[in-house]
């Protein structure tokens, strides 16, 4: 091989990441995708970024920088925040009733959306499953109510049908979706993608990982017949969803309920908890915000992380 052929680099995504490897696409279409390692100690890179490669070989490439990002979401835990995935535009939340959803671990994905300056919606899946849907149709009002978007939809027995309430949501976007385990993420990219499943088996092959529960967060593009110019995110299911990373007042103000109300606290500080005079307290006694987001915020500001 001549020693220039070194020399260009190229556009690409990162479409998979798994430890220190990556997938990677070209941004122009110009070849398919390729593994891809990183230089040095480098390796928080994570699905959706922009990256410079350089192509070696056939199939592989290796990553030189990185573009900045449009978009970042991130999670924390006690030591650290964690990159989900960047410049996305929306995120779907996905949530069933069965096993049931938690609430608690909804209300702080949506405050590190909202903050994230991302779209979001919810998508209530297992439609199918009717006491199960019964039960949760309360919380989905109250969401409605906030202005979030909700699709109720059976991803695993109407797929056709979840296709078509997901269509124009999805169109011209590139979407998140996030969610606790079992909720049906991967069951809905496969309704939407029909070689997902395939795809993901021969990188977990390769991984020597034979579970079905999702390991590693990957991209796929939709067919334009499903939706046009639109591109989605499985991502693994998470127990704890911690927000060290944002300050008191950006979460504060992730409450959407709270807007109309903040600046009218009798302190300036008011951590609208027990404080004489909170504005916020006083309007989920009275019924006039969800009375369970507003619990649900104070234990997240006992414990963000
Ligand atoms: N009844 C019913 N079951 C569903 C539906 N969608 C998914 N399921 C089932 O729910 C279970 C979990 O689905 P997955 O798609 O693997 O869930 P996930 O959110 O990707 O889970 P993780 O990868 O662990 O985060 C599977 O047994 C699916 O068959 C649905 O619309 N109706
Ligand atoms: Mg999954
Ligand atoms: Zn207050």
């Given at each position: ?11 690409a995504?990162v ?5 220190r490897?990556?997938y990677?696409?070209s941004?122009s ?5 390729r ?10 890179f ?5 990256v410079?490669?350089?192509?070696i070989?056939p ?15 991130l999670?924390s ?8 995935a ?11 009733g069965?096993?049931?959803?938690s609430e608690?671990?909804?209300v ?9 300056g ?5 998508i209530?899946?297992k ?15 109250a969401y ?9 939809i ?5 797929p ?5 309430r ?9 979407t ?6 079992g909720?049906?993420k991967?069951?809905l990219?496969?309704t ?9 088996q021969?990188?977990?092959a390769?991984?020597?990982s034979?579970?079905?529960?999702t390991t590693f967060?990957?991209?796929f ?7 046009r110019?639109a ?9 704890s969803?911690?927000?060290?990373h ?6 504060m ?11 009218r ?19 989920a ?6 009375a369970?987001?507003?619990r ?10």
């Amino acid at each position: 091989m001549p020693s220039s052929a070194a020399a260009a680099t190229d556009l690409a995504r990162v479409a998979a990441s798994f430890g220190r490897q990556f997938y990677v696409r070209s941004c122009s279409g110009a070849w398919p995708e390729r593994v891809a390692v990183t230089r040095g100690k480098r390796t928080d890179f994570c699905v959706g970024d922009e990256v410079e490669v350089r192509l070696i070989g056939p199939d592989q490439a290796v990553i030189e920088s990185l573009r900045p990002r449009r978009t970042a979401l991130l999670r924390s835990d006690r030591w650290r925040s964690k990159l989900l995935a960047a410049n996305v535009d929306q995120a779907g939340i996905v949530i069933a009733g069965d096993p049931p959803f938690s609430e608690a671990l909804l209300v702080r994905m949506l405050i590190a959306i909202d903050s994230a300056g991302i779209g979001v919606a919810l998508i209530a899946n297992k439609s199918d499953l009717e006491d199960a849907a019964r039960s949760i149709a309360p919380r989905l009002a109250a969401y409605r109510a906030l202005g979030y978007p909700v699709f109720e939809i059976a991803a695993g027995t109407r797929p056709a049908e979840a296709r078509a309430r997901l269509r124009d949501w999805l169109a011209g976007r590139t979407t998140l979706l996030v969610g606790q385990s079992g909720m049906g993420k991967s069951t809905l990219v496969n309704t939407l993608v029909p070689d997902a499943d395939l795809r993901t088996q021969a990188i977990s092959a390769a991984l020597s990982s034979g579970r079905h529960t999702t390991t590693f967060s990957r991209m796929f593009d939709l067919p334009a017949e499903v939706a046009r110019d639109a591109r989605i995110v499985d991502t693994p299911g998470f127990q704890s969803f911690g927000l060290a990373h944002l300050s008191a007042s950006q979460r504060m103000h992730a409450m959407r309920e709270f807007a109309p109300l903040l600046g009218r606290c009798r302190f300036n500080d008011c951590r609208h908890r027990d404080e004489p005079g909170c504005a916020i307290r006083e309007a989920a006694a009275r019924g006039e915000i969800d009375a369970t987001r507003y619990r649900l915020y104070l234990r997240i500001e006992e414990e963000p992380d």
